[in-house]
């Protein structure tokens, strides 16, 4: 019923930026929280961000003060700025929300397929 389809990954020098995005399409849904997660090769999937819907920001130590997150609800999209990027930053990123359509009370998760974010060294 909820799509989520991030974009923006590519291939960055070690030190650059990029900007990742993440839109959920479908129909009488709210967005309550919103976060990213990503995953390394071997690696199980970790968390890296998490905004909810009044604006808080948590981060994992890892990427704090390097990586903002955030969204705009109006448009239903959300963002992971990513800067001083390193090596071990690579990994499939995921956006995740937790979502409420018309008709439930509860929220459910929903993920996006991932776009792939490579940082050379």
């Known amino acids: 019923q909820v799509e989520l389809v991030e974009s923006g990954g590519g291939l960055v020098q070690a030190g650059g930026s990029l900007r990742l995005s993440c839109v959920a399409s479908?129909?009488?849904?709210?967005?309550?929280?919103m976060a990213w997660y990503r995953q390394a090769p071997g690696n199980q999937r970790e968390w890296v961000a998490t905004?909810?819907?009044?604006?808080?920001?948590y981060y994992a130590d890892s990427v704090k003060g390097r990586f903002t997150i955030s969204r705009d609800n109006a448009k239903n999209m959300g963002y992971l700025q990513m800067s001083s990027l390193k090596p071990e930053d690579t990994g499939v990123y995921y956006c995740?929300?937790?979502?409420?359509?018309?008709?439930?009370?509860?929220?459910?998760?929903?993920w996006g397929q991932g776009t792939q974010v490579t940082v050379s060294s």
């Open positions: 905004i909810r819907s009044s604006g808080s920001t």
């Open positions: 479908g129909r009488s849904f709210s967005i309550n929280a």
């Open positions: 995740n929300c937790n979502v409420r359509t018309l008709g439930t009370v509860t929220g459910r998760e929903y």
